[in-house]
């Protein structure tokens, strides 16, 4: 029995090693592939091919949150320098500017930018929100990775949530995302997906996938850690949304430290370069000589990040990055 075990392990072994000799020129042509496009994002030149223009989606989040962020948002789609803004329901200015950022829906996309922090629930959550405040991100994460999050309770203010949107702007919403990405967290991304095999959300709204590639990641060197940690909560989303048919970028950008003290230009650039087919790059600008939100600690960031993209440095950044911001086929 011996003298077999042995006689079959070599067996294996030799089939293990001809087949590994037959397929070692693919192998070491898919790792000279990955280390060219890995030292091309490195040194940002260009692999062959990839010369050619590119299109980028370009997305304000925080729609709703404040006169100065829905104004900055408003200007910046007039000046035809963003492709998507994502709204807050609960966001005590979008009643207000609602009707002018709808008569430009023909040149946006307008999402939902679904909340669980910072804003209060449209509705009652007894048991996941006791005292109908919002819960800080951190206590969600917690509670989402432990089975502190009553399940239909999230369902249904993802549903209320919807429902608002569709009051509000009189469609369905071109995509869905999240306040600092709650999207991706377990029981709200599953409760998310429900409503499209439920049919409440249609394959024509587009779910935000915040992974990137690891190369692109580090070829950046923006915020890696973060940007990491946020790819990890992204995985496994994209494939469960292409079996259900939802279209989602392939791409994600925009991780920044949001630190105002810091040159916003060589940081941002970076973010345009590199072609994909779908890829989404995230901002978050807002206008200055207004009164932020009370939760809002990025407003000195924000009023940086509108400077930026309504000058003449940021056309000259997408000239140079042969990037072009075209919406997302509706």
Known sequence: ????????????????????????????????????????????????????????????????LSEGID????????????????????????PIHV????????????????????????????????????????????????????????????????????????????????????????PIRKALFEHYREGRLTTGTAIRNCADTIPAIFGRGIEVPKTLFIAALSFGLAHTARRLGVPVNDSFRGVTAFDASRPLRPVFSRFLDGASQTPLLMCHPGLPDFEPHSTDVIAAARVQEYSYLSSDAFAADLAAANARLRCRPR
Do not use: N, W
């Open 71 to 94: 104004l900055a948002i408003i200007d910046l789609i007039q000046r035809a320098r963003l492709t998507a803004t994502s709204c807050m329901m609960a966001g005590p200015s979008l």
């Open 99 to 186: 009707d002018p950022l709808r008569s430009l829906h023909d040149h946006v996309d307008i999402g939902l930018h679904l909340t669980f922090t910072d804003l209060k629930p449209l509705g009652t959550m007894p048991r996941t929100c006791p005292s109908s405040e919002p819960l800080p991100l951190k206590v969600l994460m917690a509670r989402s990775f432990t089975g502190g999050v009553d399940y239909s309770e999230i369902k249904a203010e993802i549903g209320r949530q919807v429902d608002a949107f569709e009051m509000f702007f009189g469609f369905p919403p071109d995509f869905v995302d999240g306040h600092q990405h709650v999207h991706l967290l377990p």
């Open 1 to 64: 029995m011996l003298g077999a075990i042995k006689h079959f392990s070599a067996l294996t072994g030799l089939i293990a090693l001809k087949r590994f000799r037959k397929r070692l020129p693919l192998r070491i042509v898919g790792v000279a592939m990955y280390l060219r496009d890995f030292r091309s994002i490195l040194t940002k030149e260009k692999p062959t091919g990839m010369s050619e223009l590119h299109d980028l989606q370009l997305c304000a989040d925080d729609f709703g």
